[in-house]
Nanobody
Framework: QVQLVESGGGLVQAGGSLRLSCAAS????????MGWFRQAPGKEREFVAA????????YYADSVKGRFTISRDNAKNTVYLQMNSLKPEDTAVYYC?????????????????WGQGTQVTVAS
């Protein structure tokens, strides 16, 4: 069983920055790929970013490329999402997810465990 707890969400002005964190339980965190997804009101959940188990590869949605950075610290069992140049359309609940295969994916069906989510609101 893997438990994921997100933190770092909040209210920020457009153009500002936030860093989300996702703390994971379990001694094998370093074997998981980790992903971030988001769900805006009235919309389906969508892929944001992913990192493989080794952090050798990262993947981003086109809408966040160049603005968001995913990273991980396996010693702290934590994955981060640094979000810069935030836009009102980035407003959503952000979820982290763990892929036990370690490979990462843009498809949410691949992920085995999910956090409860953290709200990010970007004011214009």
């Amino acid at each position: 069983q893997v438990q994921l707890v997100e933190s770092g969400g909040g209210l920020v002005q457009a153009g500002g920055s936030l860093r989300l964190s996702c703390a994971a339980s379990g001694r094998t965190f370093s074997r998981y790929a980790m992903g971030w997804f988001r769900q805006a009101p009235g919309k389906e959940r969508e892929f944001v970013a992913a990192v493989t188990w080794s952090a050798g590869s990262t993947y981003y949605a086109d809408s966040v490329k160049g603005r968001f950075t995913i990273s991980r610290d396996n010693a702290k069992n934590t994955v981060y999402l640094q979000m810069n140049s935030l836009k009102p359309e980035d407003t959503a609940v952000y979820y982290c997810a763990a892929d036990l295969r370690g490979l990462g994916s843009t498809r949410e069906g691949v992920y085995d465990y999910w956090g409860q989510g953290t709200q990010v609101t970007v004011a214009s």
